[in-house]
């Protein structure tokens, strides 16, 4: 990988800033900071090329779109673990699925979308019938203290027009690196330029899209264990204990979350570190400092998948419409 100059820094700068939704960005980012377009565009497929660019696309607000999310803990048959791991994985709105060290040994993450037959908790029933799970335990974010709020339960949002729709599937890929990237997405789809600026804009003025962005490949050094440090609190104090355990610096992201009658833990800490014994000392200190006992830590042994969840996907409408025509075949039968 070649070193990267001033001038890459500085268009990697802009990039990671609000990347203009005009028909011609390249041309108004290089104005900004005095590159021609060409040079623009050419030092941004070079930084792609080493790795230190991901993509150029939009990023969404999950809850704003109308989705609905969850992380699900399911207990499987040991033996069986891989087969069930794969049969959930199968499902397109499926964006992390790990095998952990207890009880319930398969943790995953899964949306569903606004127009969706089924809804999000008759999907995850669905699963865990086909893939034999021994029972699922859904545990939606009831509030989040620190870290992505992407599971969140979801409030009002304002539903999308079909060009709109068409506008989310189309900028959540990598734009092309052309002077006039948009004309270029418009000819692979029944939308015009105009018409995905302007729906952009909007999806932008209401939230529901965060910012037209590129992602950057973090340089930082990794971190090779994460530990989920689950809590028993009692609910009336747990606003207290989630806004104290979000000021550690080593927690990344607070929740807190329902409890079941096998399962009383309501308060979700992660942490990361050098080693699975780094993170197990991070939450001993935590324990010390709130002086809360009853805990668990709990480790992914083996990640089946984790992937970006891809909004209005035709392959999620595909296993919707499967799914909830064989339902309700077997019930009209």
């Known amino acids: 990988m070649q070193d990267i100059d001033q001038r890459d820094r500085e268009l990697l700068g802009a990039l990671q800033g609000e990347i203009p939704l005009v028909s011609t960005p390249f041309a108004v980012l290089g104005q900004m900071i005095d590159m021609s377009e060409k040079e623009v565009i050419k030092r941004t497929e070079r930084l792609k090329r080493d790795g230190l ?32 791991a794969g049969a959930i994985s199968a499902h397109p709105g499926v964006t992390q699925n790990y095998r952990r060290n207890h009880e319930l040994n398969l943790w995953f993450t899964i949306a569903v979308a606004p127009s969706s037959r089924l809804g999000l908790d008759r999907t995850i029933e669905i699963l865990g019938e086909e893939a034999e799970c021994d029972y699922v335990r859904p ?3 009831l509030k989040t203290y620190k870290g992505s709020s992407e599971h969140e339960l979801h409030g009002d949002f304002t539903t999308l027009t079909q060009g709109e729709i068409e506008t989310v599937r189309l900028l959540q890929r990598d734009i092309p690196l052309q002077p006039r990237p948009f004309e270029a997405l418009s000819r692979t789809a029944g939308i015009g330029a105009d018409e995905i600026l302007s729906s952009a804009r909007m999806l932008l003025q209401r939230g529901q899209m965060r910012k037209f962005t590129a992602a950057i490949a973090s340089r930082k050094p ?17 606003d207290e204990y989630g806004v104290q355990m979000s000021q550690n610096r080593a927690v990344s ?39 809360l006992s009853e805990k668990q830590a709990l480790y992914p042994t083996r990640e089946y998948k984790k992937a970006k969840l891809t909004f209005f996907s035709p392959e999620a409408e595909e ?9 309700e075949a077997t019930a009209a039968s």
């Open 253 to 291: 992201h607070c929740y807190l979350r329902p409890v079941y009658d096998d399962w009383p833990y309501n308060l979700y800490t992660i942490v990361h570190g050098r080693s699975v014994d780094e993170c197990e000392s991070i939450i001993n200190d935590l324990a010390i400092d709130t002086g």
């Open 319 to 327: 296993w919707e419409s499967a799914h909830a025509s064989a339902r």
């Open 139 to 141: 545990l939606p974010t």
């Open 53 to 84: 660019i991901k993509q150029i696309a939009a990023q969404f607000d999950t809850r704003s779109l109308g989705y609905r999310s969850c992380l699900v803990a399911a207990r499987v048959n040991p033996d069986r673990i891989d087969d069930v």
């Open 222 to 238: 990794g971190f090779s264990a994460s530990a989920m440090g689950v809590w028993v609190v009692p609910q009336e104090k747990a």
